[in-house]
């Protein structure tokens, strides 16, 4: 049995718009459905509360300010992560591990809509020197990713076009606001954003927010709780020059995944997992993220040509239609797909429920130009 | 020495690296971030390769310039495929960081972890006070054009008001520290100055003057931190951090009463309980807390139990906060003296605890025998306190 589970789970409705709430109404909606079904008073049970964000995701500056009122955290233990909420968790999971705290509250969410030129804040994320004056639309990053990952990995098209079937199939199922009925006509004439980049091949933001609550082993049993455990977490960043990350898009991830495993004693990834929840900001991003999980056999073109991934095959990923079909909240990226994977091993995860899922593992990335992950593995 | 019974697993210090503190300096956010590392590194004996996981902490993302800062910065601390990881808690993040660290050790996920703490404010134009317009609420505070100097000179009235205290007395902190910091190699305003200097400096926002307060400054902090059992293959001499707490207030500020910071009362209650601590004024050898302005030297004092409510003026009159003092407070010359770049600031104050209960602060060397000291930082919208205790 691991030492920290996940004893509630609570979001938002993930939108493309949210105009008649704030971010602070998106978190509290959040927290107050999470802090329901944990059972917890925030003000009497919660140790510490954690929130993933960046400043100019908000427009405000040390947005950490604008957290502990609307968690219930006021004269808590707050902090921000400068991170996807996967690393808030990881965070989280540490303090329990230290055996001080025993109940941590962690939310991220998205107010995309509200950002009036999302790309040029992304862009504001380039080297100002090195990269800035030469990329004015950031498209052409994520189309450089997308050249450099197909080619480090012989990765085919076909392949590429299966993950964005998929994931907007199992979205439709899924009350994804973003899916689409597709087939493999809809690739016939692409709309290139910066080739090999396409419409199609790149999440759309959306609006939410997400809250996890996490206990220690002691309270869970105290309070007889049933939990999703956290067997394992790992998390890298690749390093700070986006040009040299092209090199070998992944290598942080391989990183972040060998540390979860070996804290959770996986050692045939493959067969472990019933489900994977993995990152798809851009679709190619699936395919790269498993390799380098361990979760593709030596050619992932014949794995997505054998079906391998999709509901019914013998590893099923993305299931809850990922970004590409529910879209990108930003930081709560991690959240989402984490409260996804939770609700799977609770069996509540409504129209797409899989049978018997009892190991899941969760992998993210930020944001375009990130190179930082995060990987958790979670078990019933 | 007190031990901490209630430790689960102990974590030490074993080396520290400051760049020097001052406007405008030439290296890169990633070069003053090597360099505070790269002495931390050489201070306990290790190279990057040895440092399982790091931890970042900087104030705002703007000050670079540079959205998602600690991605642009990863080189800079060393983050090649290695877990990275960026906190925040406003001014209070460098003292935070340190605390950040603390669990990635205290958790067992940890054995080396590298903590660095950078902020290169120079860069805003025409003034930092320009990007802290920003920390304001955009509805209710932004459109009255507030900015941070403003609102602390409402804190400062106010703890003057509820306990009679007179300026001159508040002035004495910026005279004793900015007189201490003559002998840090990294200071920026180091200086020899009489009450009466204070007194008649520019004033900015009444009751706040040019020599109350702190400078714009850039520069970096670094610490190693360590597994007990690392400890004992490193050095002879680790320094223990016993407590570690933290608090953060609500945002609307407007509605508390700012002449006692409750929130630090909060951070330096977890943090005693955790070090086994008390009675604070008894069991704290000396102090470096936090004093972006001379009065929040007090204020802070007087949060961390260091001296009763009102009380901390006349200690410093009496001469109880000097390096000779019964209590010394701010031996490294605190922001007031060696600089304020946010978080480096507060890790600097880590370092200087940790450097003093080594016995290698040179000059800066407080008189007694110290044991216990302890570290803290403040910030947000005067609503957070982090605090950091450690033990030799």
Known sequence: MADVGIIGVGTTQFRPETREKLFKELMYEAAYRAYLEAGVDPRRDVDAFITASEDLWEGLAIFDEYVPDQLGGVLKPVFTVGGDGIHGLIHGYMLIKTGRFDVVAVEAHSKASEIEDIKKVVRFALDPIYLRPVIEDVDVLAGLEMAASLGCYGIDMDTVNEVILKNHFNGSFNSAPYAQNLDENSFETPEYLAEPLRTLDVAPYVDGGAVVVLASKDYISREGLEPVWIEGVGWATQGGRFERFLDMPGEGLAAAARMAYDMAGVSRPRRYFDLAEVDDRFSFREPVSLIALGLASGDVNIDYADRVFEMDGELPVNVSGGFLANGYPLEAGGLMKLVYAARQIWGEAGPNQLDDVEKALVATRREIPSTTYGVVVLSG | ?392
Not at chain 2, 287 to 312: N, S
Request: hydrophobic share 45%; charged share 25%; glycine share 8%.
């Open chain 2, 1 to 392: 020495m007190k031990m901490n019974i209630y430790r689960k697993s102990r974590v030490a210090c074993v080396g520290a690296g400051l760049t020097l503190f001052r406007r405008r300096l030439m290296e890169t956010s990633d070069e003053l971030m090597w360099l505070a590392a790269r002495q931390a590194l050489d201070e306990a004996g290790l190279t990057i390769e040895d440092i399982d996981c790091i931890v970042f902490g900087t104030a705002p993302d703007n000050f670079d310039g540079i959205h998602m800062q600690s991605e642009a910065l990863a080189d800079g601390a060393g983050a090649v495929n290695k877990p990275y990881t960026r906190v925040y808690v406003g001014g209070g993040t460098g003292v935070f960081s340190v605390i950040a660290g603390w669990w990635h050790v205290a958790s067992g996920l940890c054995d080396r972890v590298l903590v660095i703490a950078e902020e290169k404010m120079s860069h805003v134009q025409p003034h930092p006070q320009y990007l802290f317009h920003h920390i304001f609420d955009p509805v209710t505070e932004k459109p009255l054009g507030v900015n941070l100097i403003w609102i602390f000179a409402l804190e400062m009235h106010r703890y003057m008001y509820k306990y009679g205290i007179k300026k001159e007395d508040i002035a004495l902190v910026s005279v004793k520290n900015k007189r201490n910091a003559l002998d840090h190699p990294s200071a920026q305003v180091a200086a020899k100055i009489t009450v009466e200097d204070v007194l008649n400096s520019e004033v900015l926002v009444w009751p706040v003057q040019r020599l109350d307060i702190s400078p714009v400054s850039d520069g970096a902090g670094a610490l190693v931190l360590v597994s007990e059992s690392e400890a004992k293959k490193l050095t002879d001499e680790p320094i223990w951090i016993d407590g570690v707490g933290w608090s953060l207030d609500t945002m609307y500020w407007t509605n508390r009463d700012l002449a006692f910071p409750v929130y630090l009362y909060y951070a330096g209650k977890m943090a005693y309980e955790m070090a086994g601590i008390e009675n604070p004024r008894k069991e704290i050898d000396f102090a470096e807390v936090y004093d972006p302005f001379d009065y929040k030297e007090l204020h802070h004092m007087e949060g961390l139990q260091l001296a009763r409510k009102g009380e901390a003026p006349i200690l410093t009159r009496e001469g109880v906060t000097e390096r000779d003092g019964d209590l010394p407070i701010n031996p490294s010359g605190g922001l007031l003296g060696v600089g304020n770049p946010i978080a480096a600031a507060g890790i600097m104050k880590v370092a200087e605890v940790y450097w003093q209960l080594r016995g290698m602060a040179g000059k800066r060397q407080v008189k007694k025998d110290v044991v216990t000291g302890l570290a803290q930082a403040w910030g947000d919208l005067m609503q957070v306190g982090t605090v950091v205790i450690m033990r030799r």
